[in-house]
T-cell receptor, first 113, second 114 residues
Framework: GQNIDQPTEMTATEGAIVQINCTYQTSGFNGLFWYQQHAGEAPTFLSY????GLEEKGRFSSFLSRSKGYSYLLLKELQMKDSASYLC??????????????FGSGTRLSIRP | DSGVTQTPKHLITATGQRVTLRCSPRSGDLSVYWYQQSLDQGLQFLIQYYNGEERAKGNILERFSAQQFPDLHSELNLSSLELGDSALYFCASSPTPTGANVLTFGAGSRLTVL
């Protein structure tokens, strides 16, 4: 089966740091994505991890541990515009060498002044 | 503009009806994914096509069907609509079938079933 877990909601303060965790159990694993989605809008790509370790991209970093089925997204120097849902997604195996991209339910992050 | 075009943006219809949602992938992308997002829910994977062929299937109801045409645009057909089918339907595209590339999402089609 496939299961992706992340906290439903988080709150953080402007200028601070927040870590959003994601754990997954899938029949196959070929990479993990993080997407940002503002309410009513399309998800936009933040990061992609396929190997263990930390990927840093500006204020956002993403970490992956394949042995633990665990990832986190780290957001630094939080800004009000970072208030959004953050979606963890795992690239699983479909058939004919295709892949299913399975999303978690998302973490709604609220930034307070 | 992400380059992925979805029409219509909004659609209101009644239970029992049938609707068709359309998606044009980003130029150069051969793979199309369909997702359903109900209110305050995550993205539920429905189905994936690559260059006209079905490549992966998720929790797509039998009342729903999709296809990808030779010009690579895709259509998602929803029939015998129920209230619970009200949702945002997103299409995403990528260059390859393996999803190794980033998925680029369209703006979505918001379906309301009354």
């Amino acid at each position: 089966g496939q299961n992706i877990d992340q906290p439903t909601e988080m709150t953080a303060t402007e200028g601070a740091i927040v870590q959003i965790n994601c754990t997954y159990q899938t029949s196959g694993f070929n990479g993990l994505f993080w997407y940002q989605q503002h309410a009513g809008e399309a998800p936009t790509f933040l990061s992609y991890n396929v190997l263990d370790g930390l990927e840093e991209k500006g204020r956002f970093s993403s970490f992956l541990s394949r042995s633990k089925g665990y990832s986190y997204l780290l957001l630094k120097e939080l800004q009000m515009k970072d208030s959004a849902s953050y979606l963890c997604a795992v690239r699983d195996r479909g058939y004919s060498s295709a892949s299913k991209i399975i999303f978690g339910s998302g973490t709604r992050l609220s930034i307070r002044p | 503009d992400s380059g992925v075009t979805q029409t219509p943006k909004h659609l209101i219809t009644a239970t029992g009806q049938r609707v068709t949602l359309r998606c044009s992938p980003r130029s150069g992308d051969l793979s199309v994914y369909w997702y359903q997002q109900s209110l305050d829910q995550g993205l539920q994977f429905l189905i994936q096509y690559y260059n006209g062929e079905e490549r992966a299937k998720g929790n797509i109801l039998e009342r729903f069907s999709a296809q990808q045409f030779p010009d690579l645009h895709s259509e998602l057909n929803l029939s015998s609509l129920e209230l619970g089918d009200s949702a945002l339907y997103f299409c995403a595209s990528s260059p390859t079938p393996t999803g190794a590339n980033v998925l680029t999402f369209g703006a979505g089609s918001r379906l309301t079933v009354l």
